[in-house]
């Protein structure tokens, strides 16, 4: 049985589903390798122009396996601190994986989305989520800290300090109706739905540019590392010039646009 699913919809868009739904498709590593690798593979994919991450069965990704957390590799004479700090390097290179990935990617958020899960989806470039779908940083409920994952850095900027800071000191959950509000997702669907809209929204975004697609989503990512306002503005604007310079992208989209019909960029 494959613990990670790779199916592509159409050529363009591929679908990634984290398949132990018996277990809430929580991040063993036995699950949490074949993600990294897969995310790499795709990212390759130069047919891949956008990516959907989701859960099978009831949840999308409950966190870490309270059962059977499983083995990482190379990890022979090792002591377990050593062993710890190589885990948490494969866990923190899955949520960089994401961000480095060339394409955007949507999360499916089909059910809980709980502690590393959570920080799984606020990785994602866009969240949609079904009705049944619900939020916790579940670390502080373990007796642990809530922030892992780059989740206090990331959270924040997506709802606010102040919510994010509540959800992480006392680990309750945020249903889908208060994460839409606040913004952590921009559409709640039937769970039924769910990944025909992820679809939908992956092919809007392999209609355009691919480059104007990859500097966006950069400089989005840019923008919530940035200490500079004017230093971020003067590098929107170089993406921004470096397209319009060395494509014909604009003229296409004002031809077509006099043409009324839609427009094919060749970057």
């Known amino acids: 049985m494959s613990f990670v ?24 590593f036995d699950v949490m390798l074949p993600l990294k690798e897969t995310l790499e593979d795709v990212a390759h994919d130069n047919d ?42 494969l866990l923190d290179d899955i949520i960089l994986g994401i961000q480095d990935m060339p394409q955007p990617v949507i999360a499916a958020i089909n059910g809980a989305a709980i502690g590393g899960g959570l920080c799984l989806a606020a990785a994602c ?26 989740l206090s850095f ?61 500097l966006t989503k950069k400089m989005i990512l840019g923008g919530l590392e940035s200490t500079s306002f004017r230093s971020h503005m003067r590098n929107e604007m170089t993406a921004q010039l470096y397209v319009r310079l060395t494509t014909k992208n604009w003229d296409e989209s004002v031809a077509a646009r006099a043409e009324g019909r839609k427009p094919v960029f060749k970057d």
């Not at 589903?17 to 063993?28: I, K």
């Not at 079904?130 to 994952?149: D, K, M, P, Q, V």
């Open 154 to 214: 990331i959270l924040p900027r997506i709802i606010g300090a102040g919510r994010s800071s509540e959800l992480m000191l006392t680990g309750r959950d945020m249903g889908v109706e208060e994460a839409e509000r606040a913004g952590l997702v921009s559409r709640v669907v039937a769970r039924a739905e769910l990944l025909n809209t992820a679809i939908e929204i992956a092919d809007q975004i392999a209609g355009l540019s691919r480059v104007g697609i990859e």
């Open 5 to 28: 699913v790779i199916e592509k919809p159409n050529p363009s868009v591929t679908v990634i589903t984290l398949n132990r739904p018996e277990r809430m498709n929580a991040m063993a």
């Open 125 to 150: 470039d866009i969240r949609v989520a079904s009705h049944e779908a619900y939020f916790r940083a579940a670390g502080i409920n373990n007796g642990l800290t809530a922030t892992e994952l780059g």
């Open 48 to 89: 891949t122009r956008a990516v959907i991450i989701t859960g099978a069965g009831e949840g999308f990704c409950s966190g870490a396996d309270q059962k059977v957390s499983g083995t990482i590799p190379h990890i022979e004479g090792l002591t377990p601190t050593v062993i710890a700090q190589r885990a948490g390097k």
